[in-house]
């Protein structure tokens, strides 16, 4: 059974950075991509940056330039490095892992930026 686990969020400051990591496992066989995602409150969900088995990543428009995705060498990692952090940034990060046609999410990490 896959599992799809986040870890690093937390409260910073307007301006500060902070990160996150994602690790599934359980896994046989190998994961076509890793993405994040995040839904503030009254929200709906919306994708954040994409990193896919060969390195290639994709990110939203609003976070072009302040946040970084990349992953393990093993691959089943993944993080977030976000920058210039805003207050309307404040929301639930989740991690998803494309595995062999089927999405794997985890339960979210919360990360509230104050200004």
């Known amino acids: 059974q896959v599992q799809v686990v986040e870890s690093g969020g937390g409260l910073v400051q307007a301006g500060g950075s902070l990160g996150l990591s994602c690790t599934a496992s359980g896994i046989i066989f190998g994961i076509n991509a890793m993405s994040w995602h995040r839904q503030a409150p009254g929200e709906q969900r919306e994708l954040v940056a994409t990193?896919?088995?060969?390195?290639?990543?994709d990110y939203a428009d609003f976070v072009q330039g302040r946040f970084t995705i990349s992953r393990s060498n093993a691959g089943n990692t993944v993080y977030l490095q976000m920058n210039s952090l805003k207050p309307e940034d404040t929301a639930v990060y989740y991690c998803?892992?494309?595995?062999?046609?089927?999405?794997?999410w985890g339960k979210g990490t919360l990360v509230t930026v104050s200004s």
């Open positions: 998803k892992a494309q595995i062999a046609g089927m999405d794997y």
């Open positions: 990193i896919t088995n060969s390195g290639v990543t």
